[in-house]
């Protein structure tokens, strides 16, 4: 059962955030890196994308918290699907984070040992994703106000006692507080940076091709 709706785009620090719930016991945690690994899932996830969220219970049943694309882009469907959810907006500067996004995740990796298979299942993701705002055609000043727009909305859809906007660099104090548990005595996890995020990709397609015969 879903306990925590990351609304927060990718690149707000939510491979971090991921590591951290899930050492917190919020775990698994289901953020982008799921989808990679099991890119089979993209036809429940276009689904939701495209109006049909009875999808979702199927698609989580087995996670205790998501983060990232494309859960962020359903957040309002999945506060309808668990009540009892809190919702973690995670956010940071908005510049920040488009010279991060543009980096990664605006920026389409181009392989050619990806399966055609594995092609035509992430086509109609991203054409999903694209229809729900997140789209990698706009200039800056446009996916920006993308990004402002998705989080005021967050800001003004969900009431104030079930959620916290949240930024990385707070660490444990505010995120434990906010979820009511003890704050570890470990330190705050900090990982997928720019550099590392388009060899982390590359790695996860290749190998799912070859698992497909690419």
Known sequence: ????????????????????LELLGYDPCHHMSEVLKQPDTTVGWTAALNGDPSVL???????????????CLLW?????????????LSVRDPKEWYDSARATILNPIR???????LAALLQ?????????????DLDEADMIA???????DVRAGVEKSRLLVYEVS??????CAFLGVDVPDVEFPHSNDSASFRDNVTRVLTGRAKELGG
């Open 57 to 71: 219970p199927g698609l989580l049943s087995e996670y205790r918290a998501t983060l990232d694309f494309p859960g």
């Open 111 to 117: 392989n050619e040992n990806i399966d055609e298979h």
């Open 170 to 175: 707070q660490g444990w104090e505010p995120l």
């Open 76 to 88: 309002r469907e999945m506060m309808d699907l668990y009540p009892s959810a809190k919702v973690l």
């Open 124 to 136: 109609p993701f991203s054409d999903a994703m694209a229809g729900r705002g997140f789209r990698r």
């Open 146 to 152: 993308v990004f402002n727009k998705h989080n005021a």
């Open 1 to 20: 059962m879903v306990e925590i709706i990351g609304a927060g785009f990718g690149r707000t620090g939510t491979a971090s955030l991921k590591r951290a």
